[in-house]
């Protein structure tokens, strides 16, 4: 089982550019999260989908940022402008339901760096 | 509102002593709490769960509703525990995994 995927592991850019990181969730996973981890912090959760549908996305800053999951298989989420706080890590995890107690398998990351 | 409280954020210990990392929480319902961990250079994953009242790696965690507390215990640690460990909660009917700040094990050989 390879996982789920990431990708790209790191990225620079400048403020007030795009960003778009990319998620590969684990084969018959159902349910995708996004999860954002500030330094020194744990991961907070960004928006979950089930299938195809955003059920939860109230986490969301929706002024720049904005995700899909077409076919409900692969994620992508973006953010448009980006800002000097928008640095950190972006985490995609994936489960078979989004039943509370089912185990989340989290990928390895990207970081992000604003400059 | 549900929140986790990792009140170290580093922890040592000698190799062989007892480790307990401690983790706090406030949920109204009824929780379903999750210890996480971090490897050097690699992804965040399950340690324990507490719906599985499971022992891993010889760590093992009870869930203390009078305390709110859902602390993770070993007995004796080893050099290979050191690590990043994130405590975690559900609640049933919200889906939301919420985490704690974490707290960095140690365990000096």
């Known amino acids: 089982e390879a996982g789920v995927v990431q990708s790209p592991r790191y990225k620079i850019i400048e403020k007030k550019q795009p960003v778009a990181f990319w998620c590969n969730p684990i084969s018959g996973h159902n349910t995708l999260y996004w999860y954002l981890q500030n330094l020194g912090q744990g991961p907070e959760l960004l928006i979950r989908y089930e299938n195809e549908e955003a059920v939860d996305d109230s986490q969301l800053p929706k002024d720049r940022f904005s995700a899909e999951r077409l076919k409900g298989v692969d994620s992508t989420l973006k953010i448009q402008p980006a800002e000097l706080g928008d640095s950190a890590v972006y985490l995609c995890a994936s489960s078979r339901t989004g039943t509370y107690y089912n185990e989340q398998f989290f990928g390895p990351g990207t970081r992000l760096t604003v400059l | 509102a549900q929140r986790v409280t990792q009140p170290e954020k580093l922890l040592s210990v000698f190799k062989g002593a007892p480790v307990e990392l401690k983790c706090n929480y406030s949920?109204?319902?009824?929780?379903?709490l999750f210890w996480y961990v971090q490897y050097s250079r690699q992804r965040l994953q399950l340690l324990l769960r507490h719906i599985s009242r499971e022992s891993i790696k010889g760590f093992t965690a009870d869930l203390n509703k009078g305390e709110t507390s859902f602390h993770l215990k070993k007995p004796f640690a080893q050099e290979e525990d050191s690590a990043m460990y994130y405590c975690?909660?559900?609640?049933?009917?919200?889906?939301?995994?919420?985490f704690g700040k974490g707290t960095k094990l140690s365990v000096i050989p």
């Open positions: 975690a909660l559900s609640g049933a009917g919200s889906y939301q995994l919420t």
């Open positions: 949920y109204s319902g009824s929780p379903e």
